[in-house]
C-alpha cells in the first residue's frame, strides 16, 4: 500500500462519484491514471469486494469442478502449412496451455514442436503468436508476460525443439517474413522505452530486419518512418521469399498494402494501394498478388495484378475508378454472401464466404472459373484455412455451437472432405459425444429500430419451450466481417445444462442488440427479470450501450475489458487506433455525437441499472482496463436499482491468446457464477 492516507483517498473518491453527469470528456478521468496511487487502492479495494461477493455464492465450487470438466475438451486454435509441414496449435484435456505439434503431410504422424509450459512451469509466460519458416525447419514465436503484457520473440529449431540464442523484446506479433535461406526475417517491433513519450509506446510500430546470431539492438526499421504513429502494419512473406508485403491498419473500416521485392537485394517498400477509405487483404502465389478489397464491393470481391510489371498506385489520382486500374484483372465479383477471407492452395483460389452469419467455402483456378461448393458439416464457422502451392491439399478448422473445433483436409482433385482431428474424438470418454445431441441451433431473424432485418442464431436445448422464463443470454459478437458467426465454447454446456437460451445477433449497433432482446421477450422466450446480455472488447461496446439505453429490459450484463469512453479514447493507448473508426470529439457536435455512442456517457444518476459485473485485465494492451474502471465506478456512483455493480481487475486477464486453463476457469466461473445468480437459476 502507498503512504497515502486512507481518508483522503475516500474523500477524493466521494468526491468524483457524486457529481452530475459530465458535459463533456473529462467524466472520471482521474481513473485514467492506473499506476495512481488512489486508483491502485480503489482497483484492489474494488476487485476485494467482487471477490468476496462472487466466491460466496452457493454452488460456486461445484460450478468450477463442471466447467473444469467440460474444458477437458480440450482446443484446437491455429493452423499452418510450410514446406511439406502441418503445424496445429492444441490443448488436449487438462493441460494448462496449448501445444504446437507439427507433422510431416507425407508421414501423418505429429510431434512436438514448442511446449509453452516446460518454458514457464508457474504459467507466468503465455504462447501468443507463431511463425514458422518458409520451409517449416525454423519457428519465430511470441512468449507474452502475462503480468506485463509484453512479447518477446523467440526463435527455435523445429526438429531439435532448442530455441536459438535470438531475443527481440516488444515484438507483439504482427506477423514474420522469413528470408527463402532462413538466415534472417522481417517482423514488427514496438518503441523501446524512452524513445519515445510513455504513453505512446503502444504506438511507432516500425518493420525490421534481423539477421540470426545478430544483437537485435542493431536491427534496421525498414518500414514505417514518418507514418501516422497509430498505423499498425502486418507482415507477410510470398512462398517463395521474393517478397514482402506489408498490410497498413488504419482502423476497421480502412488498409493499406505495401511490397518489396527482395530480388534486386533491396528493402523499398512500393505502395501497392493507399489513401483508400477501404479495407484491402493480400496474398502472394508466385508473382501474382491476389487481393481481397470491399472498396466498389460492399460484400467484398478479388483481384489479382502481377508484381513485376508497373501498376498504378491507388489513391494518387483523385476519383480513380477501381475498374480503371492499370494490371489489375478481377477473379471473384461481388456476389450475394459476404466474402472474410481466402486462400491459396496449389493453383486455386478458395472462398470463404457468410450467408446470415454461416461459413460458406467455394473452390474457384486463377481466373474465377470452376466453381465449386465444399459441403460443410453443419451451420457453424470457418475459422482458419491453410494450404500451399503444388501441395493439392487444403486444411480448414470448423465448428459450431454443437459442433466441436474439428481439423479436415480437402482434397482439391476429388473434392472429398475428411476430418483430420477433432475435439470430439481428443476429448475424454463421453464427455461431447453424449452431451451435445440435447441441443440444438436456430436461425432467426428480427427488424432493426431502422427496418433493416438483422440475422441472429439461437442456441439452447432441443424443445425449448415459449413460456417467458427461460434464462437467456444475448451475446454481442464481433460483426464486423459480415456477421457473427457460431462457435464452440465447451463451457457454454454449462449454461446450456441449466436450461439456458444464447442469442448472438449479428449486431451492428448497440440499437440492435436492444431490438434483439426486445424480439425475444415479444416472442415469448423470456422477459426481463431473465435477461441478461454480455460482450468482450470492442464488441462489448454494444453490450454495454444496450444495458445503459434500455436498463430496464436487462437484469444483469456482464462486460469483460469493455469500450466504454468514446470521448478519451485518445488518452488511453492504443485508443487513437480505434478513434479512426468512432470519430474525435473535435467540436461541439462531434462530441455529442459521441456522447450518445460512449456508453460510460449515457449512466445517469437515480436510474435503475442491472445488475452488473466488469472485468478487466490490469496488462491489457487490446483495450485500456481505464475503460472498465470508469464504467463500473459510473455505475456504483450512479445506479438506483440496489443491484451490485462489480469490478474484478486480474493481473492475468489481459485478452492475449494462450492464457493458463487456471486462470480461464477463475474467470469463467465468476461469469456463470454471476449470471446464474441474478437470473435466478438452479
Known sequence: MHAVSLSVLLAAAALTWAQPPAPDSELLSWLEKGRAPMVEWWAADSDARAAAVLEGLAGRDRLRKRLAGLMKAGSIEGIAIRGDRLFVLRRFGAEAQPKLFVQDLAARSPHLALDPGAISPDGAWALDWWAPSIDGALLAYGMTELLSGESVLRVRDVDSSLDLPDRIPRAPGSGVAWLADRTGFFYVRLPREGSVPEDELAYHARVCFHRLGTDPLHDDDVFGEGRPKEDWPEIQGSPNGRYVLVTVRQGLSRSELHVADLKGKTTDFVPVVAGRDAVFEGKIRGDTLFILTNEDAARGRIVATDLRKPFRILGRRPGAAAARRANWREIVPEGPFTITDFELADDRVVVSALERGASRLSVRDDEGEGLREVPLPAMGALRALAGRPGSGELYLLHESFF????????????????????????????????????????????????????????????????????????????????????????????????????????????????????????????????????????????????????????????????????????????????????????????????????????????????????????????????????????????????????????????????????????????????????????
Open 403 to 682: 459442433h466441436p473445433t474439428t481439423l479436415y483436409r480437402y482434397a482439391l482433385a476429388s473434392g472429398a472432405l475428411s476430418p483430420v482431428a477433432s475435439l470430439r474424438r481428443g476429448a475424454p470418454a463421453g464427455l461431447l459425444a453424449a452431451d451435445l445431441a440435447a441441443f440444438e441451433t436456430r436461425e432467426e431473424s428480427f427488424l432493426a429500430k431502422d427496418g433493416t432485418p438483422v440475422a441472429m442464431f439461437l442456441a439452447s436445448r432441443r424443445g425449448l419451450r415459449k413460456d417467458r422464463n427461460a434464462p437467456t443470454l444475448v451475446l454481442a459478437g464481433e460483426a464486423s466481417q459480415g456477421g457473427a458467426t457460431p462457435f464452440f465454447a465447451p463451457h457454454l454446456l454449462a449454461w446450456f445444462e441449466k436450461g439456458g437460451l444464447l442469442a448472438l445477433p449479428n449486431a451492428r449497433s448497440a440499437d440492435d442488440v436492444e431490438a434483439a432482446a426486445r424480439w425475444l421477450v415479444a416472442k415469448e422466450y423470456t422477459r426481463p427479470q431473465r435477461l441478461a446480455v454480455a460482450g468482450a472488447g470492442r464488441p462489448a461496446l454494444l453490450a454495454a450501450g444496450a444495458m445503459a439505453q434500455a436498463p430496464e429490459l436487462f437484469r444483469a450484463a456482464v462486460l469483460f475489458s469493455p469500450l466504454t469512453d468514446l470521448l478519451e479514447l485518445y488518452r488511453m493507448p492504443p485508443g487513437l487506433r480505434w478513434a479512426r473508426d468512432y470519430g474525435s470529439p473535435a467540436g461541439p457536435e462531434q462530441r455529442r455525437g459521441l456522447a450518445r455512442l460512449s456508453p460510460l456517457h449515457r449512466i445517469e444518476p437515480g436510474v435503475g441499472y442491472p445488475a452488473v459485473l466488469v472485468s478487466a485485465g490490469e496488462w491489457d494492451r487490446e483495450i485500456d482496463p481505464a475503460h472498465s474502471r470508469k464504467l463500473a465506478a459510473r455505475l456504483m456512483a450512479c445506479s438506483a436499482s440496489g443491484r451490485p455493480a462489480l469490478f474484478r481487475l486480474r493481473a492475468d486477464a489481459g485478452r492475449r491468446r494462450g492464457r493458463p486453463l487456471g486462470p480461464v476457469l477463475d474467470e469463467l466461473t465468476d461469469f456463470y457464477g454471476f449470471l446464474m445468480w441474478q437470473l435466478e437459476m438452479k
